[in-house]
């Protein structure tokens, strides 16, 4: 299993050569690819009518695992170490990272700069 971040979808609508997409390359070594309730509401939000029916076709594949109060607890650690350090990152990517972390599912994302920040979690790109 594989949490997907938002980056790796974004680039999947973007690219015309679906096949050169970190997705493609995902989805032909993992079988089982999921993301999380942030990133369903950042994809959500940002998506464009043309990209709609793809979007809800894409998400019929997907495994979508919630954010609840563990991942909440985990994202409350992750922000207070980024804090102290003095090395915030976005808030979405923070619940991104906890749900991750919370499942001990490795993150797929195209954001090393943001990730990487996080403590014990597993990145492919």
């Given amino acids: 299993m594989i949490l997907l971040d938002s980056s790796i979808l974004i680039e999947l609508f973007r690219k015309k050569d679906k096949k050169k997409t970190l997705f ?16 369903f509401y950042e994809i ?36 207070l170490d980024l804090l102290k350090t003095n090395k915030l990152i976005d808030l979405a ?5 906890a749900t991750a972390l919370t499942h001990n599912i490795p993150l797929a994302t195209l954001n090393l700069k943001h990730f990487e920040r996080i403590k ?3 990145i492919y790109n």
């Avoid at 939000?45 to 991942?71: A, M, Q, V």
């Fill in 44 to 79: 959500g939000i940002g998506n464009r009518k043309s990209h709609l029916e793809y979007w809800d076709l894409l998400c019929e594949n997907l495994t979508i695992i919630p954010f609840d109060k563990t991942c909440s607890e985990t994202a409350i650690a992750i922000y």
């Fill in 120 to 122: 014990d979690l597993e």
């Fill in 93 to 97: 990517d923070i619940l991104i990272g």
């Fill in 24 to 39: 493609h390359n995902l989805s032909q070594s993992h079988k089982n690819l999921c993301i999380s309730t942030i990133t």
